[in-house]
Antibody, heavy 121, light 107 residues
Framework: QVQLQESGPGLVKPSQTLSLTCTVSGGSVTGGDFYWSWIRQHPGKGLEWIGYIYSSGSTYYNPSLKSRALISVDTSNNQFFLKLNSLTAADTAVYYC?????????????WGQGTLVTVSS | SSELTQDPAVSVALGQTVRITCQGDSLRRYYASWYQQKPGQAPLLAIYGNNNRPSGIPDRFSGSSSGNTASLTITGAQAEDEADYYCNSRDTSGSWVFGGGTKLTVL
């Protein structure tokens, strides 16, 4: 059974860079055809896809983030990461990591439990 | 990138059938997936592709698609189905996109 677990700071100051880690167990971040993704949810709002790193290492980001996001992977520790710079209060959200795949339809079959990040001075 | 549009709220009487819809241009090319989210929990995949249900999802949940509209149908809604439901698809630019979500109330 694939499991994902987010970790990172719960509080970050404005203008700083957020760094989050997603630790994957029960599957390899380099095996198969998967889109290792970050998704966020602002308080009381809907889901927003941030971006992914594909099993091959290629990345793709939501254009609305205006190049503030960077996703990378550590194959030795089976983790992938999100860095989001130039933070503002609008980046306060629950951040989820998830595994995307194309099994006849693109979907996220496995999610982490989410981690709340608050941007405040 | 394209958008996916959902009704903000839908209600259904206990035991009745409800359809939640999702509209968007990308759905003419790609199937939608559907997620159930209860308060304080991560989203849970409910339906994907051509009416595929992950293990553990009750068979009262089904999906369909026509043109630019995808639908999630719950046949015989139960109290535990009260949740937010989100559709999701990929668009032609390569982005993944979510609908705004539908809050389902079971009366």
């Amino acid at each position: 059974q694939v499991q994902l677990q987010e970790s990172g700071p719960g509080l970050v100051k404005p203008s700083q860079t957020l760094s989050l880690t997603c630790t994957v167990s029960g599957g390899s971040v380099t095996g198969g055809d998967f889109y290792w993704s970050w998704i966020r949810q602002h308080p009381g709002k809907g889901l927003e896809w941030i971006g992914y790193i594909y099993s091959s290492g290629s990345t793709y980001y939501n254009p609305s983030l205006k190049s503030r996001a960077l996703i990378s992977v550590d194959t030795s520790n089976n983790q992938f990461f999100l860095k989001l710079n130039s933070l503002t209060a609008a980046d306060t959200a629950v951040y989820y990591c998830a595994r995307g795949e194309d099994g006849g339809a693109y979907h996220f079959g496995y999610w982490g439990q989410g981690t709340l990040v608050t941007v405040s001075s | 990138s394209s958008e996916l549009t959902q009704d903000p709220a839908v209600s259904v009487a206990l035991g009745q059938t409800v359809r939640i819809t999702c509209q968007g241009d990308s759905l003419r090319r790609y199937y939608a997936s559907w997620y159930q989210q209860k308060p304080g929990q991560a989203p849970l995949l409910a339906i994907y592709g051509n009416n595929n249900r992950p293990s553990g999802i009750p068979d009262r949940f089904s999906g369909s698609s026509s043109g630019n509209t995808a639908s999630l149908t719950i046949t015989g809604a139960q109290a535990e189905d009260e949740a937010d439901y989100y559709c999701n698809s990929r668009d032609t630019s390569g982005s993944w996109v979510f609908g705004g979500g539908t809050k389902l109330t079971v009366l």
